[in-house]
């Protein structure tokens, strides 16, 4: 992922006005990413618990999503598998999460999910290594097909807000 300013992240976002880009807290710790390891940028928002957000780089520049969290997954420890990384040997909470569409989808009240990590540690994950299945089990292309995936997922689920192909 490519280094983003602060202005070039709340320009990012895609299914919020400007004023409220220009009002939502910016990732704690931002000036410290390690760009070059993240598929996506995302945090939550510490002053309200269900909301979160993300950026996802795109062929047309970043897609910022403000993404808002069921109540029902905030109650819930019931195992579940993040839907961008797929990690199976999770030990944090796998959120549903919503995002309203962009443009008059979204105003008509369109909104679409999925099942994200409850912090977004997506790109952490899935550069875990894995065990070792069977003799010459190729550790190193697996972590690469994993971040491929994660990157390829994220993106579209992008593309569905976006209600475009990216």
Do not use: K
Not at 7 to 17: A, D, K, L, T
Not at 105 to 133: I, M, Q
Request: proline content about 8%.
């Amino acid at each position: 992922m490519e280094i983003l300013s602060p202005q070039q992240i709340r320009e990012s976002f895609v299914n919020c006005s400007r004023s409220e880009a220009e009002e939502l807290p910016l990732p704690p710790g931002l000036h410290e990413v390690d760009w070059a390891r993240r598929e996506y940028l995302g945090w939550r928002d510490p002053r309200l618990p269900q909301r979160g957000y993300v950026v996802i780089p795109t062929a047309d520049g970043p897609v910022g999503i403000v993404l808002r969290a069921s109540e029902a997954s905030m109650r819930s420890h019931a195992p579940s598998m993040c839907g961008w990384c797929q990690d199976v040997h999770l030990t944090n909470d796998v959120w549903f999460w919503s995002a309203r569409r962009a443009g008059q989808p979204g105003r008509n009240g369109d909104t679409v999910g999925t099942l994200v990590c409850g912090a977004f540690e997506c790109s952490a994950n899935v550069r875990r290594t894995p065990p070792p299945s069977y003799v010459g089990f190729d550790a190193d292309r697996v972590a690469e097909d994993r971040v491929s995936g994660l990157a390829d997922r994220a993106r579209r689920f992008a593309a569905t807000v976006v209600g475009a192909r990216i």
